[in-house]
T-cell receptor
Framework: DAKTTQPNSMESNEEEPVHLPCNHSTISGTDYIHWYRQLPSQGPEYVIHGLTSNVNNRMASLAIAEDRKSSTLILHRATLRDAAVYYCILRPTGFQKLVFGTGTRLLVSP | NAGVTQTPKFQVLKTGQSMTLQCAQDMNHNSMYWYRQDPGMGLRLIYYSASEGTTDKGEVPNGYNVSRLNKREFSLRLESAAPSQTSVYFC??????????????FGPGTRLLVL
């Protein structure tokens, strides 16, 4: 499985943008980039995914580098509810499982 | 829709005892999964069921068995619990296999403590 590298933790202030980086230098052409997050004492929840182009949804934006060796999850205005562990995951086409790393713990201050 | 539900929420077992963790989904999903999460770690896949009537091993299947009872329900059984199985267990479901973009939906978790 291709691996991802994320910082252990990041801090942000409420209502500021947050850029969460993910390195995946061994990504293959068929790997989709998925982001999930896990709020305290809850199961993970889907945030966003992409293959080559940048993606936007109601929760976040995903910026993918041209060489696809890195990506950035962008929360446009952090709220206290966004404090969670964010997981960057590579998923090959048709592959069953999500392989979770240790993720980035995002702390949001008022 | 309740989504993915798990019972019990919390359980304490003694070493050697057995128990079954229950999971149900009401989204008509074909695929279901069991993960475990140890403190400070990411989730690891125990078993999964791509469709009703099939089950396959994940990364850490030893010490567990599963049953896909019907399309809605997927149970995880610990036959003889060990302290190393102390963890939080998450069930998840997904519409179907075959594509890389179908979202997995997770339940709230079962916290298991084995003494």
């Amino acid at each position: 499985d291709a691996k991802t590298t994320q910082p252990n933790s990041m801090e942000s202030n409420e209502e500021e943008p947050v850029h969460l980086p993910c390195n995946h230098s061994t990504i293959s052409g068929t790997d989709y980039i998925h982001w999930y997050r896990q709020l305290p004492s809850q199961g993970p929840e889907y945030v966003i995914h992409g293959l080559t182009s940048n993606v936007n949804n109601r929760m976040a934006s995903l910026a993918i580098a041209e060489d696809r060796k890195s990506s950035t999850l962008i929360l446009h205005r952090a709220t206290l509810r966004d404090a969670a562990v964010y997981y960057c995951i590579l998923r090959p086409t048709g592959f069953q499982k999500l392989v979770f790393g240790t993720g980035t713990r995002l702390l949001v201050s008022p | 829709n309740a989504g993915v539900t798990q019972t019990p929420k919390f359980q304490v077992l003694k070493t050697g005892q057995s128990m079954t963790l229950q999971c149900a989904q009401d989204m008509n999903h074909n695929s279901m999964y069991w993960y475990r999460q140890d403190p400070g770690m990411g989730l690891r896949l125990i078993y999964y069921s791509a469709s009703e009537g099939t089950t396959d091993k994940g990364e850490v299947p030893n010490g567990y068995n599963v049953s896909r009872l019907n399309k809605r329900e997927f149970s995880l059984r610990l036959e003889s619990a060990a302290p190393s199985q102390t963890s939080v267990y998450f069930c998840a479901s997904r519409i179907q296999e075959g594509g890389p973009f179908e979202t997995q939906y997770f339940g709230p978790g079962t916290r298991l403590l084995v003494l």
